[in-house]
């Protein structure tokens, strides 16, 4: 990937046949960190609807697609990519200092979030002049 501080994580799935997909994400082995917290992120029908705007100082993130699909824009200060997220075995590894926007939700979209820590606002950066002294401090 162009952005600092991500990366693509590809889970194998487990096929079932006509039973189905599974996907594992285990702690510091497909997730690179221990997972001390996971969100999920549903009822995206506005298509006006926004996420993110923010990075994190210290908090590290993996994202998941797990219905649906979204936009992911990430941009590490220099660099910026969008990632159409649209497979649920395919997850994306923020770090600490990646600003993220997420938009163009489809109705049905659902995100789930595994993250390093327990949540603290103080961990935020959401002004984005902010973020770039962070990131060329
Ligand atoms: P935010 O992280 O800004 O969501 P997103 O990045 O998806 O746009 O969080 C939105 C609101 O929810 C904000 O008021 C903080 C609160 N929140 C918690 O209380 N606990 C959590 O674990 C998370 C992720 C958010």
New binding site residues.
């Given amino acids: 990937m162009k952005v600092n501080n991500a990366r693509i994580i590809n889970l194998e799935p487990i096929i079932d046949g006509i039973d189905g997909y599974l996907c594992v994400a285990e702690n510091q082995r497909e997730i690179p960190f221990e997972i001390k917290?996971v969100?999920y992120?549903y009822n995206l029908d506005s298509p006006q609807a926004v996420?993110?705007?923010?990075a994190h100082r210290e908090l590290e993130q993996v994202l998941f697609c797990l219905k649906g699909s979204f936009d992911l824009l990430l941009d590490d200060g220099f660099k910026q990519e969008k990632i159409l997220m649209e497979n649920p075995q395919t997850g994306i590894y923020m770090g600490t200092g990646v600003w993220h926007i997420?938009d163009n939700f489809s109705k049905d979209c659902v995100i789930m979030?595994l993250?390093s820590d327990y949540?603290t606002?103080k961990d935020?950066i959401r002004d984005y002049d902010e973020f770039t002294r962070f990131k060329n401090r």
């Fill in positions: 917290r969100y992120i996420r993110g705007k923010h997420m979030v993250a949540f606002e935020y």
